[in-house]
C-alpha cells in the first residue's frame, strides 16, 4: 500500500527547482501511507509533477521503486493498492516477448497498460488500486481509480494547475491550493454522516468515481470513461439469478477460497481483524484452512460490557485454532483517538466506528504489515438490519395511496396516530436510529420514490428534515426493495463511508488492510443471488451462514449482530460534555447549521428525553475538521 499525489502546472509559472521542491513537501503529508520510501519525477517540458510514497509489501527491493518507467520509457506511473492477479498478466505478456525485472505488481500495471490500453488493462485487474499514468508520448494523464472504491484518488483544479492524490492534505504545501469549503456538500454530509458523491468538502476538488478512468490532455481536455459499471452488474445479475441454493453456496465457497488465498500473497508479516461477527470469521476460517500455520488474528474489546465482543473473537479464534490478539481499550484510550480523527481523515467523517477501527489498525501493526478485513458482506449479502426494517415499512407504505402522499410532505401532523405508532414499533430499540420515530415516519410516508424512501430512513439530519429529496443523483436501475437499497449502499456507503473509514485507519499507522469480500469477481457473484439466498427467517447473509457453519459451529456466531459500537450517547453526557459544548456553542457554527435547533437537541441528549447522538455527532466531527483546517 502506498500513497501518490502529484499537479499539473499547465502555464509552468513555477520553475522545474519549484516544483521538485514542492512535490517533496507535498508527500511529505502523507509519509504515514508509505514509510518504507519515497520518489519523485517530473516532465521539465509540461509541467507534470508525480510524488509516490511506499509501503514495500510484495517485492521489496529497489526494483518496486516508483515512480516506475515502462520498459519503453513510454509510460511512468505512481500506483497505490495491490493487484492480485499479477503471475497470470505477467505470464500473458511474457508471451509477447517482454522480460520483467522485478516481481513488482506496479511493473505489471505500466507494461499492461502500454500493451492493451488503460481501459482493456484495468478490466483485467484483480485487486485494488488508484494509479496516476503519464503517457510521454501523447502528453495525457490517466487517472484510474478500482471498481468499488477501495482506494482513495482525488482531482481538481485550482487555477490553471490540476492536482491529483490519494488525500487531499498532500496538496496543501502548493502554493497554489487555496482550500475553501463546498457548502454545497454539507446538506448531504449532516444528513447521511459522510460527504456523499462526487464532490468533496473542498471547492473544486473532487473524488473520482470508481471504476472510472479520467484522462487529461495537454489542451486541458478532460474526459471521463468507464471500466466497469455496478449498475450494470447489477442489471445483469438480477436478469441472470441462481436458482439451486445448494450448488450456488458451493460455487459461492470455491470463489471466496480463490479471493483469499490471492491475497494471502506478501512478503512481509500477515494477519486479519477477527470482531466474531459472520464475516470477519467466514475470512479467517478461509485463510486458516488455506494456511498450514495459524492465522494472526486482532481483536480489540472494550471495559464496558455492554458493547465488548472481544469473548466471541476469542472463542472463535479458538475453535479456528489462530494466533489471537486481544486488546481490552479503555475509555480514556479510546477518548484519546478522538482529536486525531480530524488528520486522519482529510473530510468530516462521523462514522463513530472510526475510533475502534483505528484502535484495531494500531494494535496489528504492532504485529504484521497487512490485514485482511470482513468489510462488505453486509452491503453484498444483506446484513443489515436497516434492509428488514425498510422492506416492512416500504411493504407498508406502498399501500397507501398516492395521493395522500403529498400530505405527509406539505402536512404531516394529518398523518394519522394509528399509522405512526405502526412505524414507530417497527424501529426496535437495538437499531442505530436515535432521531424521533415519529418525525421520521412522517417524512417516509411522504417519500415519492423507493430510493427517497431509503435515504430518508438512514438520514441523520440535526434540522430534522429527515425527506431526503435531492441529495444525490444515483442512477439506479429497477430493482425489488432489499436489492435498491443494497444497491444505493454500494454507490454511496460502502466506497464514502466504510472503505473511506478502513483506508484512513490503516493508513495512519502504515498498515495494509486487504477486503477479500470486494473481489469484483464475489461483488459480481452477489447480483446474481435470489433474495431467498440472502434473507431467511429474518436474517440476512443467509449464504455466507451456510458456508460459516463449515468452519465454526453455530452456537459461535449466531447472536444479535452489535456492529463496531462504542457507548457515545453515554460519553456525550460525560467525559466529552466540555469537549462538545465548546464546539456546539460556537458562533460562528451558524452559518452551517441552525444552531438554535441544535442546542435544542443537545439539551434534550443531556437531559436524556432523546438520544440525539448520531445526529450530534457529524456536527463535532464538522468542528473538529475545521479547526484542523483552519475555517
Known sequence: MCGITGFWDFKQELSPLEREQIIHKMHQQIEKRGPDSFGVWQDESKGIVLGHRRLAIVDLSELGHQPMFSKSGRMVIIYNGEIFNTDELRTELETTGLRFKSYSDTEVIVEACEHWGVKKAAQKFIGMFAFALWDLKDKQLYLVRDRIGIKPLYWGWQGDTFFFGSQIKSFTPHPHFKP???????????????????????????????????????????????????????????????????????????????????????????????????????????????????????????????????????????????????????????????????????EPMADSSQIPTYAVSKLARQHVTVSLSGDGGDELFAGYDRYLIGQRLWTLFDKVPHILKPLARQAPNLIPTSILQVISRNFSSNVNFSIDKIERGKALLGAKDLKEFYNSLINVSINGNYLARGLDDIKAPNLETIPMMQFIDEMTYLPEDILAKVDRASMAVSLEARVPLLDHRVIEFSWRLPESMKVQDGKGKWILRQLLKKYVPANLFERPKKGFSIPLNLWLRGPLKAWAEDLLYDPTLNHYVNQKVLLKKWQEHQEGHHNWHYSLWPVLMFQLWRQRWGF
Open 180 to 346: 475553501s469549503i463546498n457548502e454545497n456538500v454539507l446538506k448531504g454530509y449532516f444528513a447521511f454522516a459522510y460527504i456523499r458523491g462526487e464532490p468533496s468538502i473542498f471547492q473544486d476538488i473532487e473524488r473520482l468515481k470508481p471504476g472510472t478512468i479520467l484522462c487529461l490532455d495537454s489542451q486541458k481536455n478532460l474526459t471521463h470513461e468507464t471500466f466497469w459499471s455496478l449498475e450494470q452488474v447489477a442489471e445483469e445479475g438480477t436478469r441472470n439469478q441462481f436458482s439451486n441454493p445448494i450448488e450456488t453456496t458451493e460455487r459461492l465457497h470455491e470463489l471466496l477460497k480463490d479471493s483469499v488465498k490471492r491475497r494471502l500473497v506478501s512478503d512481509v508479516p500477515l494477519g486479519a481483524f477477527l470482531s466474531g461477527g459472520i464475516d470477519s470469521s467466514l475470512v479467517v476460517g478461509l485463510m486458516q484452512s488455506l494456511s498450514s500455520r495459524p492465522t494472526k488474528t486482532f481483536s480489540i474489546g472494550f471495559d464496558f460490557d455492554e458493547f465488548n465482543e472481544a469473548p466471541y473473537a476469542a472463542a472463535i479464534a479458538q475453535h479456528l485454532g489462530s494466533d489471537h490478539t486481544e486488546l481490552i481499550v479503555t475509555e480514556k484510550e479510546c477518548l484519546d483517538i478522538i482529536p486525531m480523527l480530524a488528520d486522519c481523515y482529510d
